[in-house]
């Protein structure tokens, strides 16, 4: 027979009672590919925290980029198979571009 432990169960109720700090929420990372010179996503609603990678499954190169005030990022330029990763560790909306192919845009909103 399996021993549940509740010890998990005692924290998250001492931590709402403001008896203890709140627990960290984990990070969770999600996936946007690009392929057929797009992202897999036109918008993206992510938790602070959280991880974004970009993987190209493109026959050639892309450069994923962001300049929005809560973001600010370049992963430079890079081939299939190579994938990036950017934490988004600030609220807002950012605006994520590819400076190789100007038409490819995606929307993330950082709650």
């Known amino acids: 027979m399996k021993r549940v432990h509740s010890c998990g169960v005692w924290l998250g109720m001492l931590a709402s009672a403001g008896i203890i700090a709140p627990l960290p ?36 190169f892309h450069n994923v980029f962001s300049l929005s005030p809560s973001k600010t990022f370049d992963l430079g330029s890079y081939p299939k198979g190579d994938t990036r990763k950017v934490t988004f560790d600030r609220p807002g909306k950012v605006d994520v571009e590819c400076a190789i192919h100007p038409h490819m845009h995606l929307s993330i909103t950082v709650e």
């Open 25 to 60: 929420t984990l990070a969770v990372e999600h996936v946007v590919s690009q392929k057929n010179k797009a992202f897999s996503h036109k918008e993206l609603k992510v938790q602070r925290g959280d991880v974004v990678s970009f993987p190209n499954e493109d026959p050639f």
